[in-house]
């Protein structure tokens, strides 16, 4: 660490926020905070410690951000998510970091460069939906998924719109899509992705988040896990059921597998088809 930093350190009005995590969401959303808390307290340095530190280059909020666990007397920001949970996540954070947050927007922020777009816009078609079909499953096992079949079904049923799938490389790949999944693009460039779309589809979880901190209205699969009025955001149509065994998400312990998938059940490909048009329509009148 050089001198200047260790100074920086020394500041009597620095707010240090980590989230030691590998989910994208979780990360991405300490962008809301630095941003609330920079409106509130202009003078105030922020420090982000995050395993994700690229999701924060180039925002105007951040002071200093750090890869993993460096700094002590940290804020961790928390929430929790159960079947009696009542206020929406960011919320909950916005009250957990113990300084005064009068009220605040609901809202994530991500900042591309033209360097993020170099690699990527040759290959990108003029107009193109994105879709993610896989999703973390490490801690809510299937419970948020929609499945690989369905998401097949939505590219059958768009056979005049290009569809380009992102996520993992081991991510199993969809036919008669633009497969960007294999090349790998990082973090930031699957930003630039999903801002040009025209609009994309996604589960519960990372690119949820992702698409609203780019401000691109996407339809998300909820099913009946969680409710949207805990994670979602109103850019997005959410599309969610109800079951009676639901909501049976909660960020107690990981998952057990859901053997029958109820919830999910309930969403049609053609209902998704509809949504996904309507947000098209949208975007070109726009």
Not at 226 to 231: G, V
Not at 240 to 249: L, N, Q, R, S, Y
Request: charged share 25%.
């Amino acid at each position: 660490m050089n001198f200047s930093k260790f100074l920086f350190l020394l500041h009597p009005n620095k707010i240090i926020l980590r989230r030691i995590s590998k989910s994208l969401g979780d990360n991405l959303m300490l962008s809301f905070l630095a941003r609330e808390i920079k409106n509130a307290y202009p003078s105030k340095k922020v420090i982000i410690e995050t395993e994700w530190p690229e999701l924060f280059y180039n925002n105007p909020n951040v002071d200093w951000v750090i890869k993993g666990k460096k700094l002590p007397f940290y804020i961790k920001p928390k929430y929790h998510i159960g079947s009696s949970t009542e206020k929406h996540i960011l919320d909950q954070m916005a009250k957990a970091i113990h300084i005064s947050l009068d009220r605040w927007e609901r809202k994530l922020d991500f900042f591309t460069t033209l360097d993020d777009k170099s690699d990527v816009l040759n290959l990108l078609p003029k107009k193109y939906i994105v879709f993610c079909p896989v999703g973390k499953q490490t801690f809510a096992s299937n419970r948020k998924e929609w499945g690989l079949n369905n998401f097949q079904k939505l590219v059958d049923l768009l056979p005049d719109i290009s569809v380009v799938q992102i996520g993992d490389p081991s991510d199993p790949p969809l036919r008669g899509v633009i497969d960007f999944r294999t090349l790998g693009f990082p973090i930031r460039t699957c930003a630039v992705i999903i801002r040009r779309s025209l609009t994309g589809v996604f589960l519960e979880g990372g690119f949820m988040h992702l698409a609203n901190a780019v401000n691109k209205p996407s339809v998300i699969i909820y099913g009946g896990a969680l409710r949207p009025e805990i994670t979602g955001y109103d850019i997005h149509i959410n599309l969610a059921t109800k079951a009676e065994c639901g909501p049976c998400f909660t960020s107690d312990h990981p998952m057990a597998t859901c053997p029958t998938m109820e919830c999910m059940k309930q969403i049609a490909p053609e209902m998704v088809v509809k949504k996904i048009k309507g947000l098209i329509r949208r975007s070109d009148t726009e």
